[in-house]
């Protein structure tokens, strides 16, 4: 347990705690938010390659009331350079003359001070690591990413990536104490976009206007038709959006996922337009029903690969793909939907 | 660094990793999935709390090479009952004849083997901790859960709200081997759902399909109306969502919540109005202007409360809150909207 009702511990563990947030503090004015180097933490033990395991083990006793923790120490050079890392363990069951450059594990993982905090807690993660050192541009050890921190950047990420889902603008902060001010302000831009960005699925609307006037059974389905669009797009970009955040998915599996999408969202929209078929049979006739189950299908099967692929085409423009995953692809595959229906309708009842 | 190229260190590890996963089968089979019993690993370091300092450091310089984390014992009386917790640190700091009991921390923070495994997950992240110990149902120790298996955890429950979000039946597991056939199951269900759920939004339509007839221009705003209540509800869902599963906020929040979420959806409903009554009066005069503002600003009101309180509703009746951020959200205030619009618009023009 880090935290403890111990006086003595609590103390130290506070002292420590002030010093993290004045280094973290002091690093985030030199490092970009969201990088290894205004995450990580200076305090470290590190060890000179000369000693020997119990000349090490006496040196991390002296250390062991300062430094964040002892139980994973860095081996540097006399520039600072990296050479290694050795466990408290590792040392306790060498011998106690050994080098501790013959106990300690070369070719250890790092990362750079650039490097994005997620990717640093993609890295502790897939390796299950205690922590992981960063290093500056010269390869000197400059301090180090816990897996604690790790856990508060993935959680983070999260919540950033599911508020830029339902397009609200990042860093809302504690919902609980968030103002209405504050919540305005990050809700309102995107909304009003949509509005104009909804424009298209009017306009589209009013370019049909005597085919639904004449066949005013139409707009019975327009909801239904439109909106499985958007929600088999939601689903496919959702899928998208995570599966790149995990680093399940990568860039390169684009033309790949989008074969399969066909097949899925074919599917989809097949087993959809059945459904809807005996629904315009019953309003209104043969006419209607194919109108709406070959619109069922191909509004379902192209929302699909809209939403499988706004997530890819956002990243290669470098944006954030996240942004893809709610309401954004559902007004793409509205507007798209009115049209597909509207059009073929038009085409089957002007014949 | 936990794993290493160093052959001995790695062959530990990997029987180690066998034994950490036979143990988990061997719990999974005894514990329901997503408890602390079925994560936990039976791998720790025990204590007699008889023991002095020095006696414990040999005892676990024996230990070792064997249990997966030597840094931090825990203290256990003869019942196996948890007394305490002392680290490396704190051993190697002690006067070497001082009883651990004297030395380690009491009152330390457990969970039960039922614990839910986003609950570990959050007091592991609450607390900056490194591993937090699991206990029976009699309080004795069984096993622990560490920081690396709790970063895991918070992954693929965000995954999973991700996923069940745009409602996705759970578990797809990588998705970049996922099949056509797991892919189309696992999407299958809510999209046909949906189907028949916006079958109100069209009977909204059909109960107002003269109005429609006589003022065919309201059509071009159905879409843009409709959809401006699912954006600003699934945003408002979201926030929620999120908040619930950090534990930003509890369901005793709501009244609050709600209060807030009316000044904040007034306010956003107000800007947008005016963004649609300049459209409606350009493309239908004032009647139609007057109609889409007052339409917009109720449709807008009603969708965020919605948003907002759809995640308490389902946790309140147990299921998962999740479900709500997404097309469930959007689905539901479409239909409100098609009501409010149409109803607004029959009684304007009908005076």
Redesign the interface.
């Known amino acids: 347990?880090?935290?403890?009702?111990?006086f003595v511990?609590a103390q130290a563990n506070q002292r420590r705690a002030a010093q993290a947030r004045r280094d973290q503090l002091l690093q985030s004015q030199r490092h970009p938010a969201g990088t290894a180097g205004a995450l990580m933490i200076s305090h470290y033990s590190s060890l000179d390659s000369g000693l020997s395991a119990s000349q090490a083990i006496d040196m991390?006793?002296r250390e062991?009331?300062d430094a964040e923790t002892?139980?994973?120490s860095y081996v540097l050079d006399e520039q600072r350079n990296l050479l290694g890392?050795v466990?408290?363990?590792?040392l306790?069951?060498a011998a106690p003359e050994a080098a501790i450059e013959q106990v300690m594990?070369?070719?250890?993982?790092s990362v750079s001070v650039h490097t994005l905090q997620e990717e640093v807690?993609r890295l502790?993660?897939l390796?299950?690591?205690?922590a992981v050192p960063v290093l500056d541009d010269d390869g000197c050890l400059v301090g180090l990413v816990t897996?604690?921190e790790?856990?508060?950047v993935?959680?983070e990420e999260?919540?950033e990536?599911?508020?830029k889902?339902?397009?609200?603008a990042n860093h809302?902060g504690?919902?609980?104490d968030a103002t209405?001010g504050l919540?305005?302000r990050k809700?309102?831009l995107?909304?009003?976009l949509?509005?104009?960005g909804?424009?298209f699925?009017?306009?589209g609307?009013?370019a049909f206007?005597e085919t639904?006037?004449a066949h005013?059974a139409l707009?019975?389905?327009?909801?239904?038709l439109?909106?499985?669009g958007?929600?088999?797009g939601?689903?496919s970009?959702?899928?998208?959006?995570?599966?790149l955040a995990?680093g399940?998915?990568v860039m390169a599996?684009w033309l790949r996922m989008l074969g399969?999408e066909c097949?899925?969202a074919l599917?989809?929209g097949a087993?959809?337009a059945v459904?809807?078929a005996s629904?315009g049979m019953l309003r209104g006739g043969a006419d209607i029903a194919f109108i709406v189950a070959s619109s069922m299908l191909v509004i379902?099967l192209i929302g699909s690969l809209i939403g499988m692929s706004l997530p890819f085409l956002l990243s290669r423009i470098n944006l954030d793909p996240a942004t893809a995953?709610?309401?954004l692809v559902?007004?793409v595959a509205?507007?798209v939907g009115?049209l597909i229906y509207f059009g073929i309708a038009s085409q089957v009842l002007d014949i």
Chains 1, 2 share one sequence.
């Open positions: 347990m880090h935290y403890s009702p111990d511990e991390l006793r062991a009331a002892i139980y994973q890392t466990s408290l363990r590792e306790i069951l594990v070369r070719n250890i993982i807690a502790i993660r390796h299950d690591l205690l897996c604690d790790a856990l508060d993935v959680v999260a919540t990536d599911f508020h889902g339902a397009l609200i809302v504690n919902l609980r209405l919540l305005y809700r309102v995107w909304l009003v949509l509005v104009f909804n424009l699925s009017g306009a609307i009013a206007e639904i006037a005013i707009v019975f389905f327009l909801p239904l439109v909106d499985s958007g929600n088999a939601a689903q970009a959702t899928l998208m959006v995570r599966g995990t399940e998915v599996d399969r097949g899925v599917a989809l087993t959809m459904a809807v629904l379902v995953s709610g309401p559902t007004s509205d507007a009115v």
